[in-house]
């Protein structure tokens, strides 16, 4: 069975100023790793770097230049793994650019001798009226123009294998401190204010959430045990799943102290506006992932590290409404783990696989 490794790793984070490249930059710092992240503007990443961890070491280059991933990828050694949590600035021309960003990242990690290329994977690469439970077998069968892109996202990284192995880990809507381009954190919360209401996107129907630090704990904990991944590895997180539809609503109410409202997002505006493009199209476009529920089975996940990192939810709520600017406190750092108690988990996964073996 594997073993966490104690050799120096290098990891490469591309979107390390996003919510989700972010968190995985310094999830792998606290599991030991050399965190190198390529951006446009290293001054001012690192002058924006919102945590109290050390910034990564950021290099200038552009994702959409091949040769500048390739060149990042090198610099200063080879990297062990490329963490690809970039889109095109804006999202603009998302689906003209994303397929060749995933190529220069493919082709950096080819160059690298093979280094392990790392995706946040979503569910649209599923139609959720005809899919309830998602595990690393379910056929994809987007419906939508950027689910069939992220499935041949997906599709590039299965080609590749086992020459650029490869890990994707699937996850519901995330929220979370640093997660700012989110469902939760521009539809459902106003922030920068207290909780007055809370916008629910389907009222009563369950859905599956991700909270940003477990998710990017999970991320660092599997590249922990890389050896034991397969090739091309398709994992999914559980992360939160409302099951009724009232748990993120019941787990705001408690951390606010007060009864909230809750106000129906209006779909019927979107689909008036969504003729004439913008974010009313795109709003459109993934409505059915609200509608119909999909959970995501973490069994693989499971089989991998014997437990998913979990925050309790109304302590996860919390550090988020802080972090919004929503609840008075002052935040804690909800990234940040102790090196014995990162020793302390590695140790007892090693033991759980070595139980099962």
């Not at 990891?11 to 390390?16: D, I, K």
């Not at 939760?184 to 996107?201: D, E, H, L, N, Y």
């Not at 996940?301 to 309790?312: D, S, Y």
Request: proline share 9%.
């Amino acid at each position: 069975m594997p073993e966490v490794s104690n050799r120096s790793r290098t990891a490469l984070v591309l979107g390390a100023t996003g919510g989700i490249g972010g968190a995985i930059a310094r999830a792998l710092g606290q599991h030991g790793w050399a965190v190198r992240a390529m951006v446009r503007n290293p001054d001012r990443a690192k002058a924006g770097w919102r945590s109290a961890d050390p910034a990564p070491h950021f290099v200038a280059g552009d994702a959409m230049v091949q040769k500048d991933v390739i060149h990042a990828a090198a610099k200063g050694g080879t990297v062990d793994v490329i963490v690809h949590a970039v889109n095109p600035p804006g999202y603009r021309n998302w689906d003209k650019v994303v397929l060749p960003m995933m190529d220069s990242t493919i082709a950096a990690a080819r160059a690298a001798n093979g280094a392990r290329v790392v995706l946040p994977g979503t569910v649209y690469n599923y139609n959720p009226a005809t899919t309830s439970i998602i595990t690393e077998t379910t056929p994809q069968n987007a419906s939508t123009r950027k689910g069939r892109i992220r499935m041949a996202l997906e599709q590039r990284l299965a080609e590749a294998a086992p020459d650029v192995p490869s890990l994707i880990l699937r996850a519901g809507d995330f929220f979370g401190p640093g997660a700012r381009a989110s469902w939760f954190g521009q539809a459902m919360i106003t922030p920068g204010k207290p909780v007055r209401k809370v916008t629910s996107m389907a009222p009563g129907v369950p859905h599956a959430y991700a909270y940003l630090p477990d998710l990017a704990e999970t991320f660092a904990q599997l590249l922990d045990i890389s050896d034991g991944l397969r090739p091309f590895e398709r994992v999914q997180f559980e992360g939160t799943w409302d099951a009724d539809g009232q748990t993120v609503l019941n787990a705001i109410r408690n951390t606010v102290g007060h009864d909230v409202p809750q106000k129906a997002f209006p779909w019927w505006f979107m689909h008036l506006l969504a003729p004439f493009g913008g974010f009313p199209r795109e709003a459109v476009e993934i409505e059915p992932v609200w509608r119909h529920p999909m959970r995501l089975d973490n069994n693989r996940l499971i089989q991998l590290l014997g437990e998913e990192p979990e925050t309790p939810i109304d302590t996860a709520i919390e550090r988020t409404l802080i972090d919004m600017g929503c609840l008075p406190r002052p935040p804690e750092n909800p990234y940040r783990l102790s090196p014995d108690a990162i020793r302390q988990r590695q140790t007892r996964i090693h033991s759980d696989r070595k139980n099962r073996a």
